[in-house]
């Protein structure tokens, strides 16, 4: 079978927008495929002045053959595909005459078009069983563009249908008049002028029926394309108001961390093949304004003349069409610091289509206020008539990318230089300023449409410092989290449910860190934010001003402060833990003792502290010899927490080698070994990182936990009980023989490991505790006091 039997078995009219938009006659295609298809096309290079004089040959043999066939369909009496044929002839020399490899171009261009379409039409046939696993509003769609389709090629064959009976009619038109002006001579014989003046009688009857037959044929494909303009609109309005709009709410809550699918392959097909049956149509439109200019005919009594109607509603379609597609597919940061370098990728889904590649348009970025985006949004004011600062490399081309289809511009180093604030109100910080970024085009269609575009990126917080990253950062996750579709810009609500915020809270934190927040995490900040202690926070409304405005009870910092600087953390440093469940992060000192007090002594976990921003502590229960000493105090074990590490701790030495410093720290909670959680922390010894270099040993740093029951191995001397440690909770009572056997056992433990000699004990246990200096003790007491005799 060959290639164009295939593609008119399995493309249909699709092959009508192709030889269109090609500016080649289908005609030519159809009746010249068997000479087109034996051609060696592919030998020939059109950008090879070389091969011109092949060009010049193929160019001359179509012609040829055109005129051929011309003149064997005059005698099957087509006169319509006769004349398109004899134009075709005319068109290739006039045109391709002076530029030979230019026809070789546009032939292998219709071929290469032509076979897409026949894979394409190839691979639906064989997924087709798989279409029933596709979304219901894409079969939807799908259907409604069959359905538009399926109209679009009954409109094709009566718009042809009318231009056959309108020719056959002139022509008989003007055969009638050419017998109306010999009778009107007088020069016939009576007999003659008789039969003749029948004829014409005659004619004028079929005439007048003819007449009839083309008004009707008018008004039914007016219908027609009035159907089909209507169910264009509707479906145009799905994919632009519901698709696209919804592409672009995902996108903005990208910004907060949500996940997105930036895959634009779907959308810009539907688009594509929108733009496809748009601008079929409009010509369809145009041609019959053509025809009813060629032979005015008076509306019948009561029946509308639809055309202005259809025109004005076919250039609307394809204005919005184009203006709507023109959108941001890579938006630029969202906190812009000014000075800085940031990127941005603008699309056009409808380029490739409509031939506006042909001649690039370029895109102007342009910073504005709130304002004038409202401005901007009300017509107030054209694009670019008033900026509120300079961008640096703000203007680029857009380019046309063959493999893909896609016409975009990406702008990769773009700089805000100036910003221009307006008057705050109130209590308004410059982190609440919200600005936008404007891209601005133009677009021509021919001589005779010229479109100007625009689209706004999501707003934009500038900042000059990085402190006012987290204000800013609050901003833009309120205004990504509860904007409207269709708002004003850029307005957004004081006060919104916690459920909501919570579920942007968790989606920001999981996208900055691998693992979200479990109920109970988001019930703890629910706690932190309303300071109340409840089961259900669902009816809970937040404001703006609790979230990142008033400071938390008893606090110098707001609750969005405090959220952003744990964030921040866990994004830095301590990401592996997290996501390996072994920080359990969110939850207060109190609960955090509840947990630990039923566990066996060496427990631990990690909080994220209440009192330091950006603070996470250790908290756990006391090892053996402090359950010895508060088991003495207390008769109960005690949870000890160590001060918050920051950032700045974790710098120079990581959670996990920190974690193997402290020795009490046994048990991650509630029963995980902490080798087993944190083991893969680890550094390597510090001890293989000493080296000598240049003449200096390296050092090392080391976490250690201060003796919280007072030292059982330092603990001043009484000198009434000679190397018993003192009684802490009774200095007067004398100490227990265990008391002096755990002390003797400590100091002995000491010298057989060579810690330090007996000296050097006594001397800092002297030193440490304040006893009395050494040197000051009376010598012969204390011999008199050894003497076995007293």
Not at 4 to 28: D, N, T
Not at 161 to 174: A, G, R, V
Not at 663 to 670: A, E, M
């Amino acid at each position: 079978m060959s290639q164009w039997a295939k593609a008119i078995q399995l493309c249909g009219a699709a092959l009508h927008e192709v030889y269109s938009m090609q500016r080649f006659p289908i005609e030519v295609r159809h009746y010249g495929a068997t000479w087109i298809e034996a051609q060696q096309w592919a030998d020939i290079d059109e950008q090879n002045p070389v091969h011109e004089p092949f060009a010049v040959n193929l160019l001359e043999e179509m012609i040829g053959l055109l005129e051929k066939q011309a003149a064997d369909i005059d005698q099957a009496g087509d006169f319509i595909n006769k004349v398109k044929i004899q134009q075709a002839a005319v068109q290739f020399r006039n045109i391709h005459g002076n530029n030979p490899l230019g026809f070789v171009g546009l032939v292998k261009n219709c071929l290469a078009a032509e076979l897409r379409l026949i894979q394409q039409a190839e691979n639906a046939t064989s997924q087709s069983p798989e279409s029933s696993q596709q979304p219901e509003n894409q079969r939807q769609l799908q259907q409604e563009f069959e359905f538009i389709n399926k109209c679009s090629q009954e409109t094709e064959n009566d718009l042809r249908q009318l231009q056959h009976k309108q020719e056959s009619f002139i022509i008989k038109y003007q055969q009638n008049e050419k017998v109306k002006a010999l009778l009107s001579s007088g020069q016939l014989e009576k007999e003659k002028t008789a039969q003749l003046q029948k004829q014409q009688q005659a004619h004028e009857l079929v005439l007048r029926q003819m007449a009839q037959e083309i008004l009707q044929a008018r008004l039914n494909l007016a219908e027609k394309h009035n159907t089909t303009l209507q169910a264009l609109s509707q479906v145009q309005h799905k994919v632009l108001e519901e698709e696209l709009i919804s592409w672009k709410r995902r996108q903005q809550l990208a910004g907060n961390g949500a996940e997105f699918d930036n895959n634009l392959d779907s959308l810009q097909q539907w688009c594509e093949t929108l733009a496809e049956l748009i601008w079929k149509n409009r010509q369809q439109i145009l041609n019959v304004a053509m025809l009813n200019t060629q032979l005015p005919m008076h509306m019948p009594t009561g029946r509308r003349d639809l055309m202005p109607y259809l025109q004005t509603t076919i250039t609307g379609l394809l204005s919005t069409l184009v203006t709507s597609t023109f959108i941001i597919e890579k938006q630029p940061p969202q906190v812009l610091k000014k000075d800085s370098r940031f990127q941005a990728t603008v699309r056009l889904l409808v380029g490739g289509k409509l031939n506006i590649h042909m001649n690039p348009p370029q895109v102007r970025a342009t910073v504005i206020s709130e304002s004038q985006a409202r401005q901007l949004l009300k017509n107030e004011k054209k694009p670019n008539t008033e900026k509120s600062g300079e961008i640096l490399n703000n203007i680029g081309t857009m380019e046309y990318h063959q493999a893909t289809g896609q016409l975009s511009v990406t702008f990769r180093n773009m700089q805000l230089k100036q910003i221009k604030r307006a008057d705050r109100k109130g209590s308004e910080a410059v982190t609440e300023e919200k600005f936008s970024i404007l891209f601005s085009s133009s677009f021509s269609f021919g001589q005779e449409l010229v479109f100007q575009v625009w689209t706004l990126s999501l707003p934009v917080v500038v900042t000059v410092h990085g402190n006012q990253e987290c204000n800013a950062m609050a901003t833009v996750l309120w205004d990504n989290a509860f904007a409207e579709t269709g708002r004003v810009p850029f307005v957004v609500p004081d006060k919104v449910p916690w459920p909501y915020l919570a579920e942007a809270l968790n989606s920001k934190f999981k996208s900055l860190t691998g693992r979200g927040m479990s109920t109970q995490n988001v019930n703890y900040l629910a706690q932190k934010l309303f300071s109340a202690v409840l089961d259900d926070y669902s009816q809970y409304m937040v404001t703006w001003a609790q979230f990142n405005k008033d400071s938390l009870p008893g606090r110098n910092f707001t609750f969005w402060e405090w959220f952003y600087a744990v964030l921040k953390l866990t994004k830095e440093y301590l990401k592996g833990p997290w996501n390996d469940g072994s920080i359990l992060g969110f939850v207060s000192k109190a609960e955090a003792q509840d947990l630990l007090l039923q566990r066996p002594y060496g427990t631990f976990l990690l909080r994220f502290s209440d009192s330091e921003v950006g603070g996470i502590t250790i908290a756990w229960v006391a090892d053996e010899q402090q359950k010895t000493v508060d088991t003495l105090s207390t008769g109960e074990p005690q949870v000890w927490n160590l001060s918050p590490y920051t950032a700045k701790d974790f710098s120079m030495r990581s959670l996990g080698d920190r974690i193997k410093d402290l020795q009490p720290l046994l048990y991650l909670f509630p029963d995980i070994h902490k080798e087993a959680a944190f083991g893969k922390y680890f550094s390597a010894s510090d001890e293989t990182k000493q080296k000598i270099k240049e003449g200096y040993v390296g050092s090392c740093l080391k976490d250690t936990i201060p003796d919280l029951m007072g030292g059982q191995t330092a603990n001043p001397l009484n000198l009434e009980y000679p190397g018993t440690p003192q009684n802490l909770q009774n200095p007067q009572s004398p100490a227990s023989s265990i008391q002096y056997d755990a002390a003797s056992n400590n100091v002995m433990a000491a010298l057989e490991n060579d810690d330090m000699d007996f000296d050097s004990y006594l001397m800092n246990s002297a030193m440490d505790y304040g006893a009395e200096d050494i040197h000051q003790i009376n010598i012969n007491n204390f011999l008199t006091s050894m003497d076995p005799k007293s």
